[in-house]
């Protein structure tokens, strides 16, 4: 496995994957809102994040597709899609981390409109309650996984908040 692929692995594991969606969530409302021109209607904020998510998906299954990553780093993606297939609550724990990030601007923007308040919402409290119970089913061991093919130890990718 490549140094890039273990970095793109890691991008997913705790707390490089928290990380990493705190940060989109700072940035989904003011470009949300950008994009949007102002229009507060909750169908409007809705769209954007369904198709948000659904680049968020799309995106890394084309360059699966196209780029030459080894069997070991497709293996672990594939174990990784088949969690989120299995347990509902792998995906939603996300969710929890792009709200967190959203609060920043909640805080400074001035207040939020009701779309923006929806999604935030959306985010914390689904994401939050993902967040439980994929700690309840105990799947920790995407992050040993992630730690054998990496070579890193077990607490450097743990995929959960210890």
Known sequence: MTSVERFLINLDTWPAGAFLRIGLGLCILPVFRLLSGGDDRIVVALTMFLALLLALRLVP???RRVLPFSREAKDLWFKRRNLGKRY??????????MGLGMLPYALISGGLGR?????????????????????????????????????????????TPP
Do not use: H, M, N
């Not at 509902?88 to 981390?97: A, G, I, T």
């Open 88 to 97: 509902d609550s792998y995906q939603w724990q996300k969710l929890f981390w």
């Open 115 to 159: 779309g923006e308040i929806v999604l935030l919402a959306i985010c914390t409290i689904g994401g939050g309650a993902g967040l439980l119970l994929w700690r309840k089913t105990g799947q920790l061991s995407i992050g040993a996984a992630t730690a054998k093919a990496t070579k890193l130890p077990p607490a450097a990718v743990a995929s």
């Open 61 to 63: 299954a084309v360059c």
